[in-house]
């Protein structure tokens, strides 16, 4: 199948979610079609809140301590002259505890977006219709009946398990090499979490299209540089508590016009 994309710098997809709130402020009708899909994202936020960051919080407390023994036990062995290194531990424990506060929250956002998007998808799917018509004048889209769409969009969801797992947990291994293996999962880490975010917020224009989920993946790698700033925005919105519930429906009003404005697709026939 043919695709034409259109080229575009690093900076331009982050600027779509700046886009979709001036869209949503020009067109306040459209604020009816996130309205249910903000509840929904509440009442998942509660529930995931008070259990994730419950636990998480305790990990990153239990991180800490294991790392202040292992610390003071270091210094404790070096030669008394060296003392001042101990103002220098004091910082180091204060930024890796910020550090691991910043992925816990990326993480519950993380997980807080792949319910929100799941439960909201009709709604988000009537606002990316709406969208699409504003945008470019029409909708492209194949009806299926819902057996048919209820199966795409489980194997969609499986098919999003395969790619984490299969690139995740090699990353996951090559953590335990200290130094250059650290920096590598977490970068490795950073980007797949913003693929499979990226993914997410252009589904419902996508999908429409009926796709497959390689085509999905492939318009994201196509579209870069693009579609990973795209996805570090729409990451980094997504991870502050209570503002994401509605940076949600907001990202996914964005991917709709990344796809819209950027890349051209016949229908999946």
Do not use: H
């Not at 395969?162 to 999962?185: C, D, E, K, W």
């Not at 499979?196 to 917020?201: K, L, P, Q, R």
């Amino acid at each position: 199948m043919k695709k034409v994309l259109g080229g575009f710098g690093t900076l331009d997809g982050a600027t779509y979610p700046f886009k979709a709130l001036m869209v949503f402020i020009r067109n306040p009708r459209l604020i009816k079609y996130i309205a249910i899909p903000i509840l929904l994202n509440i009442v998942v936020a509660i529930a995931l809140y008070s259990g994730l960051l419950y636990f998480g919080w305790q990990i990153v407390d239990q991180v800490q301590g294991d790392l202040i023994l292992w610390l003071n036990q270091l210094i404790n062995d070096l030669p008394q002259w060296l003392g001042f290194l101990t103002y220098t531990v004091s910082g180091l424990i204060v930024v890796v505890r910020f550090l691991l506060i910043v992925i816990l929250f990326i993480a519950t956002g993380f997980v807080l977006t792949q319910f929100g998007v799941l439960l909201g998808a009709p709604w988000y799917g009537q606002l990316s219709e709406q969208l699409e018509k504003l945008r470019t004048g029409k909708v492209e889209l194949i009806e299926l009946n819902i057996v048919s769409d209820l199966t795409r969009a489980i194997l969609y969801e499986l098919k999003k398990l395969v790619l984490i797992a299969s690139i995740g947990i090699p990353l996951l291994a090559i953590n335990f090499f200290p130094g250059v293996g650290t920096l590598v999962s977490s970068i490795g880490s950073l980007a797949l979490t913003t693929t499979i975010v990226c993914m997410d917020f252009l589904d419902s224009c996508l999908e429409r299209r009926r796709l497959k989920f390689r085509q999905k993946l492939g318009i994201v790698l196509k579209s870069l540089p693009a579609s990973a700033s795209l996805g570090l925005v729409c990451l980094g919105l997504i991870s502050i508590p209570l503002v994401n519930l509605v940076t949600i429906p907001l990202c996914v009003a964005s991917g709709t016009l990344f796809i819209c404005d950027r890349v051209r697709l016949p229908l999946q026939r």
